[in-house]
């Protein structure tokens, strides 16, 4: 049975899944930043899934990125699979600009993330669902 990482439940707001992934908003106001985690139990690199998970992986990623991209008109959008601290698989998606903190270096260990406040966090939870389900690329079921 699938279980979030502790750390991951801790830093992020769960929005919903997609068929194959459970969709995280990170905690940090800093950046928009998504988080896919396929719903497999003891998975920590993307070549442990079966190819049909890769490539379903794969089209959430590239759905999730274009969307945020939309959304937010980002200067770049970064993909990465760490999992130097957090061992379960999980894809970071995040928002990058020119004028952001930490711009051009990656944002990891450049200081404490900065929780949203509760009306930005609705604001943008709604925004984010709303354009998932306007342009939906699989069955997909999310929270409010």
């Known amino acids: 049975m699938f279980k979030l990482h502790p750390t991951l ?21 800093q950046y928009p930043w998504l988080i896919l985690v396929p719903q497999i139990e003891n998975v920590a690199e993307i070549y442990q899934l079966s190819e049909p998970d890769q490539l379903q992986l794969l089209k959430e990623s590239c759905f999730l990125s274009q969307q945020l ?7 770049k959008i970064n993909i990465a699979a760490l999992g ?21 270096k990656p944002i990891w260990g450049q200081g404490p993330a900065i929780p949203y406040a509760p009306a930005a966090l609705n604001d943008l939870k709604s925004t984010l669902l709303q354009c998932f389900e306007r342009n939906c690329i699989s069955p997909v079921i999310f929270t409010a």
Do not use: Y
């Not at 130097?84 to 051009?104: G, S």
């Open 9 to 29: 439940e801790k830093d992020c707001i769960v929005l919903g899944s997609f068929t194959l992934s459970r969709v995280l908003l990170m905690n940090d106001s």
């Open 69 to 75: 991209s939309k959304i937010t008109q980002a200067d």
């Open 84 to 104: 130097n601290t957090v061992p379960q698989l999980h894809l970071h998606h995040i928002a990058r600009f020119k004028h952001d903190p930490c711009w051009p």
